[in-house]
């Protein structure tokens, strides 16, 4: 693999926010007594995530020290796994572009063009405005669907360099986009539709409705009640007090997100521990990422917040 470096210019320092403290020690308290050590990578995570998406010498320095070990074995960590930064990013994306061979027939290479013409002609280097940075990957695991490239935790496939350059029109001005496939398919099927099993005779046995059993009667079922609508979150015109929460202290928001929950009328903690089912489908909704707020417990979190509990 290739080697990877710390960056030339670093910070002075690092250290915990309250809400990361809180996770760091949440995450420390998962192994046993004398184990604390294995939380280095959640903890790199979380140092990352707080330090605007990559990884710092002092942040490095700082988990070694929390979890009592060599600061060598902490760097060790860091410098091989690439899901840590060690640059620089950009605030908006840092796109990961695989250019394992799938993806290379595929046309990977002229992404890389367009993020060398784009962004910056080299890897691991911000673009001039700060908002976007790239970088060359090996396989992220969704070769059926190539060419792809992972922002985030979401991946977009089936590119072709003008879905690309929309994608990046997309991120710069703020606008939802849709992760998966860039084409009209459902996930990983056949671009086209089915070509095999294609037989509806092979599904008849299937279809016959099963011989009554010779048992006590069934209870009855119960059908599943109706999903509720999703519902718009009330929001307010102005942070109270004239000053929101940082609402990126919420694991899953980052600057982005938190721009366009504030254009919701959306500033507070205590808003957010507020949604109903049906608001929390909505916002999913509106930002493009079904199912995201429930995966990463931002309701949870915020009503630790708002109690004054850390996340």
């Known amino acids: 693999m290739a080697v990877r470096r710390l960056a030339e210019e670093q910070p002075e320092g690092f250290a915990f926010d ?11 308290a998962k192994y046993p007594p004398g184990r604390q050590q294995s939380a280095i990578i959640g903890l790199l995570w979380e140092a990352q995530s707080q330090n605007g998406g990559w990884l710092s010498e002092p942040a490095i320095r700082y988990v070694a020290e929390m979890l009592g070990m060599p600061y060598i074995r902490a760097l060790e960590v860091a410098t091989f796994y690439t899901m840590f930064n060690l640059h620089p990013v950009g605030t908006v994306a840092h796109i990961q572009v695989c250019g394992t061979t799938p993806c290379m027939l595929r046309g990977s290479e002229a992404l890389m063009d367009i993020c060398r013409h784009r962004i910056h002609h080299d890897q691991d280097h911000p673009s ?14 969704t070769c059926v669907n190539a060419p792809m490239v992972q922002i985030g935790s979401e991946v977009f496939e089936d590119l ?9 029109d997309d991120l710069d001005a703020g606008r939802p986009v849709k992760p998966g496939p860039q084409v009209a398919r459902h996930l990983s ?13 092979l599904y008849a046995a299937a279809a016959k409705p099963a011989a009554a ?6 209870a009855p079922v119960v059908a599943p009640a109706p999903a509720s609508p999703a ?6 015109a102005a942070p109270r007090g004239g000053r929101g929460d940082d609402l990126k202290v919420l694991n899953g928001i980052g600057p982005k997100i938190e721009k366009t929950l504030h254009e919701l009328g959306v500033f507070h903690f205590d808003q957010i521990a507020a949604w109903t089912p049906a608001e929390v489908r909505w916002v999913g909704e509106h930002l ?24």
């Open 18 to 28: 309250a809400a990361n403290m809180a996770r760091a020690r949440r995450e420390i």
């Open 128 to 141: 001039a405005d700060g908002r976007f940075s790239w970088i060359e990957v090996e396989c992220a695991g």
């Open 160 to 168: 072709t360099p003008e879905t690309f350059n929309r994608l990046i």
């Open 189 to 201: 099927e056949p671009e086209g539709g089915p070509t095999t099993l294609t037989d509806p005779s």
């Open 213 to 218: 059993p010779v048992a006590a009667p069934a």
């Open 231 to 236: 519902a718009k979150p009330a929001g307010i």
């Open 288 to 311: 493009a990422f079904p199912g995201r707020i429930e995966r990463e417990h931002w309701v949870e979190q915020a009503k630790a917040l708002a109690a004054g509990k850390g996340a």
